[in-house]
């Protein structure tokens, strides 16, 4: 089949997995003939790569769905039908529910098997009624995927290196969603990125639910940990940068925190979250850590590499979460001093432990404790942006800004950096006199060199 004879929109949903997820089920169809589409009204193929982490995801999904059968009514006998499949966690969770829900749905297919999409598209050609796979595969998704030369996707790529998880926070969906724990091994990682420096990527972060979990098998058959794989990533040619994401505080060990003392490949941007202030919900949770030995944990990276920006993930309203609970987690915010982070609200996981918890905590209450975490983390996200004032930060430049010859990228802690007359540096990093800071990005001046 020609290249581009046929196009495929996804739509993807939620983290960075299923960022990197949609774009290997475009390298997965472009033996079909497939090339991206900008949107679904000039797709052959329409893919919804959904989440499943918090509420309304399912509804938000059967809302977009119903929208996208309209239009595939409207192309029903012409020379362009449209076919719909549901990816991701959603269909995970769901399975043959979303067919019976939406008829116009064709295809449903899990996390762990996308890579058999080819071979799921042709049944459901073949077939009237919709095709459901939603199999944990014995091999992995990985050993069967084409390689990564898709070019044109910048200069920043995810790879996933590990997934699943054995944790079971009570509130959490994952580990029936993406199934247990698994590692990719060494050889497999460092030979995707090399395809990717290939096709120019300078910088990648490694993904896993609990990334630094990872302990895949290494080229001399023993289990490596994630600092050693990274240090040996270091040295593919190309690569500038290196990152991580997600990491759970158990598993950051010291050989890890190691490398951000003394690799300076490794970007000084550490993602951990915390959960909770406090160490009655930490338990209520199973995260399998205190307060304290986060914060003692804080410390060694701090001490490792003293500029380190950190990020972390925080729920409010867990069941019984009482004020002074809520307020512990407040304290520790403000002890600890975050570059970024995400706040959720609780949402209740259908077959998670904490769900069917008797204290659920209302809404209104939920609300106005979110707010008053999101007012102090935006103050301490805002003053970290300005901290950066007068100082040359070396950014890659990953794609043009709204104005013309502005070039939009990344520093070293993650900020988005906003360069005028800096469009042809995309591609590159090059050092940037930063002169203004708000809330979400810096803005600055190329320092010639
Ligand atoms: N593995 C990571 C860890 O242990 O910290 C987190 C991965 S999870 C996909 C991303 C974030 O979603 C979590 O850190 C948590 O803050 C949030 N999350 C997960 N389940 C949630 C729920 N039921 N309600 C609200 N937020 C949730
Ligand atoms: Fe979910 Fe992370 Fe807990 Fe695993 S460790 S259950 S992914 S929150």
């Known amino acids: 089949m020609p290249p581009g004879s046929k196009k495929v929109f996804v739509k993807t949903y939620g983290c960075q997995m299923n960022v990197y997820d949609s774009e290997r089920m475009g390298d997965a169809l472009r033996p079909l003939g497939y090339a991206p589409a900008d949107g679904p009204e000039?797709?052959?193929?329409?893919?919804?790569?959904?989440?499943?982490i918090r509420e309304r995801a399912a509804d938000k999904m059967y809302s977009?769905?119903?929208?996208?059968?309209?239009?595939?009514a409207e192309r029903a006998g012409t020379d362009r039908p449209m076919r719909i499949a549901v990816a991701g966690c959603v269909a995970q969770a769901e399975g043959a529910e979303i067919a019976r829900r939406e008829a116009a749905v064709d295809l449903v297919v899990g996390p762990q098997s996308y890579h058999r999409l080819p071979e799921l598209l042709a049944r459901s050609r073949a077939g009237d009624s919709a095709v459901i796979d939603t199999d944990f595969p014995v091999t992995s998704k990985f050993d069967s995927l084409p390689a990564r030369t898709a070019k044109g996707q910048g200069p920043a790529a995810f790879l996933t290196v590990q997934e699943g998880c054995d944790k079971f926070c009570t509130f959490c969906v994952v580990p029936y969603t993406r199934g247990s724990e698994a590692s990719r091994p060494v050889a497999r990682i460092i030979e995707e990125?090399?395809?990717?420096?290939?096709?120019?990527?300078?910088?990648?972060?490694?993904?896993?639910?609990?990334?630094?979990?990872?302990h895949g098998e290494g080229p001399d058959g023993a289990a490596w940990s994630l600092a050693r794989l990274i240090a040996r990533l270091s040295d593919v040619p190309g690569i500038a940068r290196i990152r991580y994401m997600t990491s759970h505080p158990?598993?950051?060990?010291?050989?890890?925190?190691?490398?951000?003392?003394?690799n300076q490949k490794l970007m000084p941007f550490l993602h951990l979250p915390f959960q909770s202030g406090s160490d009655r919900v930490l338990a209520a949770m199973n995260r399998k850590h205190t307060a304290a030995e986060y914060l003692a944990l804080i410390e060694r990276v701090r001490k490792a590499r003293p500029e380190i920006a950190l990020s972390t993930d925080i729920i409010v309203g867990f069941p019984g979460e009482t004020e002074a609970e809520f307020e512990a987690t407040m304290e520790l915010v403000r002890e600890v001093g975050y570059a970024q982070a995400y706040s959720f609200k609780y949402s209740p996981r259908p077959g998670t432990p904490a769900a069917s918890r008797p204290d659920q905590i209302s809404d209104e209450i939920m609300t106005a404790r979110l707010a008053r975490l999101q007012a102090l983390l935006t103050a301490q996200q805002t003053q970290f942006n300005r901290s950066c004032i007068g100082q040359t930060l070396p950014v890659l430049f990953e794609k043009p800004g709204k104005k013309p010859g502005q070039a939009i990228g990344r520093s070293p802690y993650l900020q988005a950096v906003h360069v005028d007359a800096a469009a042809h540096l995309i591609g590159q990093i090059a050092p940037v006199a930063v002169s203004s800071a708000t809330m979400s990005s810096l803005g600055g001046v190329i320092v010639s060199r």
């Open 42 to 52: 000039g797709a052959d193929l329409v893919i919804l790569n959904t989440c499943h």
């Open 64 to 72: 977009v769905l119903g929208r996208l059968r309209e239009m595939k």
């Open 250 to 262: 158990r598993d950051m060990r010291d050989d890890l925190i190691e490398q951000h003392a003394d």
């Open 193 to 214: 990125l090399e395809q990717l420096s290939a096709r120019g990527v300078r910088e990648v972060t490694l993904l896993g639910q609990n990334v630094n979990a990872y």
